[in-house]
């Protein structure tokens, strides 16, 4: 088990309790967050919260499933789906309401002192029906 493995336990199981204040304690208050499918680049920590909270708004049902993780415990690879219903239209992502909906990419995320510092998203909409 490499270091990535004991991280990937703990972002899995924060994600996936969709609460923005556990999530939101994972990262650095000067954290940075780069989410290209959502036209994010460099979003503060106030940001980050308001992503989360739109995209747990947007959508039901999400989880995050891990594909495969690798890394060092600074730069941490993690490669997921992110599943989810669409509660509402997306003429960005293509979906609409109602759609079940996987996301997936990978995301690379910095570490500094047990927080994320910095964090690139790089997803795209694999699947909806």
Known sequence: ???AHGVIAILESTYNS???????DLYA???KLTAHLFGL?????????AF???LFEANGDVEFVTRCISGTPD????????RCTARRNSSALGVTRGDA???RGVSLL???DGLIAEQKDYFHVASKC
Do not use: F, G, P
Not at 44 to 49: A, H, L, T
């Open 1 to 3: 088990m490499t270091a």
């Open 18 to 24: 969709l609460d923005l204040d556990t999530i939101l």
């Open 29 to 31: 208050d000067d954290a």
């Open 41 to 49: 680049v460099n979003a503060n920590k106030r940001q980050i919260r």
């Open 52 to 54: 989360y909270a739109d």
């Open 75 to 82: 730069l941490v690879i993690w490669e997921c789906d992110v």
């Open 101 to 103: 909906v996987v996301m």
């Open 110 to 112: 910095s570490w500094r």
